[in-house]
């Protein structure tokens, strides 16, 4: 079993920052890559990035999102600059492992002014 935490989400104005947390607990040593996803309000739940053997993210946050892990704290980030309206969505943290995966709760994002 593994246990995603997620953190940092908020309200933000058009071009501001935020940086994304997703703490993993339990079983870490089977996590074969950790990702981002996120699901706007009437929309699928879209991958956003994902930090496997190489990093790999949408064209639509390409150039503004980096992801990140830090192996000794079990984390991965999700560093997001330039935000517009819609990147509004509710982020989930994903951990892949051999047998399928595991899901964080969410934590919103809203970019409003």
């Known amino acids: 079993q593994v246990q995603l935490v997620e953190s940092g989400g908020g309200l933000v104005q058009p071009g501001g920052s935020l940086r994304l947390s997703c703490a993993a607990s339990?079983?870490?040593?089977?996590?074969?890559?950790m990702d981002w996803y996120r699901q706007a309000p009437g929309k699928q739940r879209e991958l956003v990035a994902t930090?496997?053997?190489?990093?790999n993210y949408a064209d639509s946050v390409k150039g503004r999102f980096t992801i990140s892990r830090d192996n000794a704290k079990s984390t991965v980030y999700l560093q997001m600059n330039s935000l517009k309206p819609e990147d509004t969505a509710v982020y989930y943290c994903?951990?892949?492992?051999?047998?399928?995966?595991?899901w964080g709760q969410g934590t919103q994002v809203t970019v409003s002014s």
């Open positions: 339990g079983s870490i040593f089977s996590i074969y890559h």
């Open positions: 930090s496997g053997g190489s990093t």
């Open positions: 994903y951990a892949a492992v051999s047998s399928g995966g595991y």
